[in-house]
């Protein structure tokens, strides 16, 4: 597993609500690039505030505090201004949200309008097809780019909230239970595309559902109780768990 | 389940009278029937009789003219015509009345809107939140009387359209900033988040994604404040008094069309006019709810 580089190292970190509820407990990790990364584990063990302390979305809860490091490419992620830390990782939420008051082409380059960033005309226009091009929504929307993003399929919505998160072009990108509000079919539509951009693009994920994590990715953390028990490449966590809470939450003992 | 238990129920509900259950179903259904049909019966007599006893003095001179002096109205009295002129002066005066107190309390209302909403827990957001609500129940003749003292005695040195755009403007602003508020809530997070997870400045994230996706809420508030404040007639004889003529000057007296009602009904001569006045105001306060309501309906968004 540390055989390729790493992009994203995680040292010592703790999260916690109200200066002594711990979500997250010394988490060291370093995530490798081109990877898919999943993050495992039972409700409440604090894989979504680890995935959101990423790109620090979490400093968004009350009472927060943070103790330890995150180094994207060795620069501490704390010590740099959050607005162009988001930009560089970008991040995907449980349901579908696209901007309502946006078209569709709104949206895939809501990232550039809303940080007052100008494009000529022909850049906004490639970018939009490229991005929807590689979440594979471009040859369904084509014609309806001017159409507001609301009114397309839960499964495509959340493949235009991909796309808003990849027109910047960030490093690393964060979903968070991606497919939960999914029927199988955009599901599994969600998970291919996730294996081709990781050609690309680090991609963390969060997920609920272990044959998904099982399916697609190439790392597993697993967590439970805010400390990560195991983090192996996938195919060892998955036969040969070292840890008996892991293999108590992929055999379905608890979770 | 124990048998006995269950031939318990059964007796129960053998002896349980259903008849009286339904009859009382009926009658208080009855009751709430009735109650339902008178509040909606006082709202169509007010219109109705608004429209029976005003609809033949609404004509084109009724849009175009000043309110006339009570001596044409006397002649056209004796004589049988109706009454000449119109109310012009008062409609002029109430949409530049109305107008300013919305150029003044609409950015006041909605950037304290959207402070309630950001900061909800917050203790300075708490004592505001209440004084909004003693302001509301601030009686409006107290706010005419207030304003007096500040406005028309220290600023425009009497009565004028400024004095009854501010005191119309405290008035507007409670509600204002508890719409605001409660249209702000309305939006889910996650579009929130999704801004802010694309490193957009916090300022952008209020102009570009709240305020937008809240919009008809925000416009229905700002509608429904208008509507309100638009029949109020106490504090504005208290600040801008009335105006025989048009009146654009906002440092002079104006009329408005509630001040020429109360001035109607204080002249035997004028009587005919009271009516038609209050089926204008009447229709136009009706239009901005029904407005209000559709935007409310069309924009909301999913």
Same mark, same amino acid.
């Given at each position: ?6 992009i994203?190292?995680i040292?010592d =970190? +703790?999260?916690?609500?109200d200066r ?7 988490v060291?990790?370093?995530?490798q690039?081109?990877?898919? &990364?999943?993050? @495992?584990?039972?409700s ?7 995935l959101r302390?990423?790109?620090? @979305? ?7 505090? !943070? ?11 704390y010590?740099?201004? !959050? ?10 939420f ?6 309502p008051?946006m078209?569709?082409y ?5 990232g550039y ?18 991005t929807?091009?590689d979440?594979?929504?471009?040859d369904e ?5 001017h159409?507001?993003g609301?009114?397309l ?9 991909v796309?808003?998160a =990849? ?5 690393i990108i $964060? $979903?968070?239970e991606?497919?939960s509000?999914?029927?199988?079919v ?16 680090t991609? /963390?994920?969060v !997920? ?5 994590a099982?399916?697609i990715?190439?790392n597993s ?6 400390e990560?028990i ?8 998955? &036969? ?14 608890f979770g | ?14 002896? !349980?009278h259903f ?5 009382k ?5 009855? /009751?709430?029937l ?5 509040t909606?019966s006082?709202?169509f007599?007010?219109?109705g009789?608004?429209?029976v006893?005003g ?5 084109? +001179?009724?849009?175009?003219q ?7 109205a006397? @002649?056209?009295?004796?004589?049988g ?5 119109? /109310? ?8 530049l ?8 309390a ?15 827990t917050?203790?300075?957001?708490n004592?505001?939140?209440d004084? &909004?609500? %003693? ?9 005419? $009387?207030?304003?007096?003292l500040? %406005?028309?005695?220290?600023?425009t040195?009497?009565? +004028?359209?400024?004095?009854?755009? %501010?005191a119309?403007?405290i ?9 605001t508020e ?5 939006v ?11 490193g ?19 416009i229905?508030g700002?509608? =429904?404040a ?6 109020e007639?106490a504090?504005l004889l208290?600040?801008t ?11 002079k ?5 509630? =001040? ?14 009271i ?22 309906a ?5």
């Amino acid at each position: 597993m540390a055989t390729s580089t790493s992009i994203l190292s995680i040292e010592d =970190l +703790s999260i916690a609500y109200d200066r002594d509820k711990y979500a997250v407990k010394n988490v060291t990790a370093t995530v490798q690039k081109n990877a898919i &990364t999943a993050i @495992m584990g039972p409700s409440g063990c604090g894989k979504t505030t680890l995935l959101r302390a990423i790109n620090r @979305m979490h400093e968004l809860y009350p009472n927060i505090s !943070t103790e330890g490091k995150i180094k994207l490419y060795g620069d501490n992620i704390y010590e740099m201004p !959050t607005i162009e830390l988001r930009r560089k990782i970008g991040m995907v939420f449980q349901r579908p949200n696209p901007f309502p008051t946006m078209s569709i082409y709104e949206n895939v380059i809501a990232g550039y309008k809303l940080n007052g960033i100008h494009l000529k005309r022909t850049e906004r226009d490639e970018i939009v097809e490229s991005t929807l091009r590689d979440v594979t929504l471009w040859d369904e929307v084509k014609n309806a780019l001017h159409k507001k993003g609301t009114f397309l399929s839960g499964g495509q919505q959340q493949r235009l909230c991909v796309a808003r998160a =990849l027109a910047f072009k960030p490093e690393i990108i $964060l $979903l968070d239970e991606p497919t939960s509000a999914l029927d199988p079919v955009s599901t599994a539509k969600i998970e291919d595309l996730l294996v081709e951009l990781k050609k690309h693009y680090t991609i /963390i994920l969060v !997920t609920h559902n272990m044959s998904q994590a099982a399916r697609i990715s190439d790392n597993s953390m697993f967590m439970y109780l805010g400390e990560l028990i195991e983090y192996e490449d996938t195919k060892t966590m998955f &036969t040969n768990p070292k840890d008996p809470r892991t293999e108590g939450y992929l055999t379905g003992k608890f979770g | 389940m124990d048998s006995s238990i269950l031939q318990k129920r059964k007796k129960i509900i053998a002896t !349980t009278h259903f008849g009286a259950r339904s009859f009382k179903n009926h009658f208080f259904f009855g /009751i709430v029937l009735l109650l339902s049909l008178i509040t909606i019966s006082i709202v169509f007599l007010i219109i109705g009789t608004l429209v029976v006893k005003g609809y033949h003095q609404i004509n084109w +001179s009724f849009f175009t003219q000043v309110a006339p002096d009570t001596f044409d109205a006397m @002649m056209a009295n004796a004589s049988g015509k109706i009454i000449p002129g119109g /109310i012009l002066n008062g409609i002029t005066g109430t949409l530049l009345l109305v107008g300013l107190a919305s150029v003044i309390a609409i950015p006041f209302g909605i950037v304290i809107g959207i402070y309630l909403y950001e900061n909800a827990t917050k203790r300075y957001a708490n004592v505001i939140r209440d004084i &909004t609500d %003693v302001l509301q129940g601030v009686p409006s003749i107290v706010v005419g $009387l207030i304003v007096y003292l500040w %406005v028309v005695v220290d600023i425009t040195k009497g009565y +004028s359209v400024l004095a009854g755009s %501010v005191a119309l403007a405290i008035m507007m602003l409670p509600l204002i900033i508890r719409s605001t508020e409660e249209s702000m809530k309305m939006v889910p997070t996650t579009l929130k988040e999704a801004a802010i997870a694309l490193g957009t400045p916090y300022y952008k994230v209020i102009l570009r994604v709240l305020i937008p996706s809240s919009f008809s809420g925000l416009i229905t508030g700002v509608l =429904l404040a208008v509507s309100r404040v638009m029949g109020e007639t106490a504090p504005l004889l208290l600040t801008t008094l009335g105006n025989s003529s048009v009146n654009w000057n906002l440092a002079k007296p104006v009329s408005a069309v509630p =001040l020429l009602i109360w001035q109607f009904y204080n002249d035997p001569n004028m009587v005919n006019l009271i009516w038609s006045s209050s089926l204008f105001l009447m229709g136009f306060v009706l239009l901005l709810n029904i407005l209000s309501k559709w935007i409310a309906a069309k924009k909301s968004i999913q």
